[in-house]
Structure formats: structure tokens, C-alpha cells
């Protein structure tokens, strides 16, 4: 057995485990590393949406903080602008749905 050295070790990823899905825009903001105009973008696209009827009052859920950073990734990575990152969220989602429909029918 040959000794273990720095290649063999796996990084370690350090970030915020957030449970709550009662997310208000400044933990949603920081959580995703993003300014409140970015989120309100997403919100005024349709990309997610807000549970409140004012900003302060607004809360969000897991499944918004996953399309955020989802959003985030797609406009970064790729360029993708905000009605992009909306079709190709969607699309995302129902692609997901079909498989675990998929995955059910086989069993």
C-alpha cells in the first residue's frame, strides 16, 4: 500500500446549510452572493416568487434559493440573460419531473 498524500485527498467545501424555507431577501441575497436588484429581476421574470405582499415582508422558499443559484450559474457560466434563464429553468424542471414519471414506470 503506497502513503497517502495531498492528490488523494478530496477538497472540502465550506457554505451556509440553510434549512429554513422562510428565507427573507437579505438571507436569500447572502446565501446566494447577489444583490437584492438581481433577486428582484428574477422575481419581476417569473423566476421565483415571493410569499408577502411587500418587499419587507417577503419570504422565500428552498426551492427559490435553488433557482437562484441555479439562475446565477446559468448567467455566469453560460451568459444566458434573464428570459433565458426562465425558459431554461422551466425546461430543467419538467425534464426532471419526466424522469422521476420515467423511473416510476420501470419499477
Known amino acids: 500500500m503506497r502513503p497517502m498524500n495531498s492528490d488523494d485527498l478530496l477538497p472540502v467545501q465550506t457554505g451556509t446549510v440553510i434549512e429554513d424555507d422562510n428565507l427573507t431577501l ?3 441575497c447572502d446565501a446566494c452572493g447577489v444583490q437584492p436588484d438581481w433577486v428582484i429581476s428574477l422575481i419581476e421574470e417569473s423566476i421565483i416568487e415571493p410569499q408577502g405582499d411587500e418587499t419587507h415582508l417577503w419570504r422565500f ?3 427559490s434559493l435553488a433557482r437562484v443559484r441555479s439562475a446565477l450559474r446559468l448567467q455566469r457560466d453560460l451568459g444566458v ?5 426562465a425558459l431554461a429553468l422551466d425546461l430543467m424542471e419538467e425534464l426532471e419531473h419526466l424522469r422521476a414519471r420515467l423511473k416510476t414506470m420501470r419499477t
Open 61 to 63: 422558499s428552498g426551492a
Open 26 to 28: 437579505e438571507q436569500l
Open 81 to 85: 440573460n434573464l428570459a433565458g434563464i
